[in-house]
């Protein structure tokens, strides 16, 4: 209860956005600073939500015609150690070619918890220096604000 007390004080637009590490599908620590310089999305996601399945579609779209200018996707995965098969084969069937990580501990997966993260999808647009510029951007909303930060 005190992480998201805390997380809703300070996890708003303005605010640098906190770092954590978990591990991606091969295995390797992958930390939100490795993307300082590089405009990052931190979506927060889980294989079991339909509404995160819909959306997925929506991302790789945006991702496909911004990547190139550097957007950057971490993918945080609310799934636990039952669902992991089926976290890897959503990968896979929605097409997502950024990385994906997870503490595989569901609701607890640390990173939801350091965020406040309570309902997904739910994102978080980091600019280069870290701060988060955007909340929960999702449909047509994304697009639009990806295209006032990259250009059409």
């Given amino acids: 209860m ?3 007390f ?7 637009i303005g605010s640098k956005a906190p770092d954590f590490s978990q591990l991606d599908t091969k295995g390797k620590m992958v930390k939100v600073s490795d993307f300082k310089g590089k405009y990052v999305l931190i979506d927060f996601w889980a294989s079991w939500c339909s509404p995160c399945r819909a959306e997925n579609l929506n991302l790789v779209k945006a991702y496909h015609k911004y990547k190139n200018k550097g957007l950057e996707v971490l993918a945080v995965s609310l799934d636990d150690t ?5 976290w890897l084969k959503a990968i896979e069937d929605d097409g ?6 997870a503490d595989l501990k569901g609701w607890s997966n640390e990173a939801a918890v350091l965020y406040g993260v ?8 980091v ?3 870290g701060t988060i510029v955007a909340i929960n ?8 604000e990806l295209a006032k930060v990259f250009g059409n």
Avoid: F
Wanted: proline share 8%.
């Fill in 127 to 129: 600019d280069p220096q």
């Fill in 82 to 86: 039952k669902r992991k098969n089926a």
């Fill in 6 to 12: 805390l997380a809703e004080r300070s996890i708003k």
């Fill in 137 to 144: 951007l999702k449909g047509d909303n994304l697009h639009t």
């Fill in 96 to 101: 997502m070619p950024w990385i994906q990580v």
């Fill in 2 to 4: 005190e992480a998201r």
């Fill in 118 to 125: 309570r309902a997904v999808p739910q994102n978080y647009l």
